[in-house]
């Protein structure tokens, strides 16, 4: 557990005086340009859509379909997969991948 410990102080130690891990990671995050599908299940019995849907509100061009249809089941085969990509390809989002 000492390993781990040492490992975790690295992580979090300062590298820089301005070093503001929760301001600095917000603020990038804003500002993200990368297109973000996800998938939030309403009534997921793991984690609150609401703290999901508030996430993703704080990311820049994040993109999310709210479905109860799946509850907490993943990928459910690749049908969302597949609805996810579709979104994103009919918004243009993967044009410059071909």
């Known amino acids: 557990m000492r390993g781990l410990r040492t490992l975790a102080h690295n992580r979090t130690k300062p590298k820089s005086p301005e070093f503001r891990p929760s301001a600095a990671n917000a603020d990038q995050l804003a500002r993200n340009e990368v297109p973000l599908q996800s998938a939030v299940y309403f009534d997921d019995m793991y984690v609150d859509s609401g703290m999901q849907l508030d996430t993703l509100s704080r990311v820049g061009n ?3 379909w709210v479905t109860n249809e799946f509850e907490h089941d993943g990928l459910h085969g690749d ?4 609805h996810l990509y579709d979104e994103a390809l009919n918004r243009g989002d993967l ?3 071909f």
Not at 79 to 82: A, D, E, S
Request: proline share 0%; net charge neutral.
């Open 79 to 82: 049908l969302v997969f597949r």
């Open 95 to 97: 044009e410059s991948l």
């Open 62 to 64: 994040s993109h999310y």
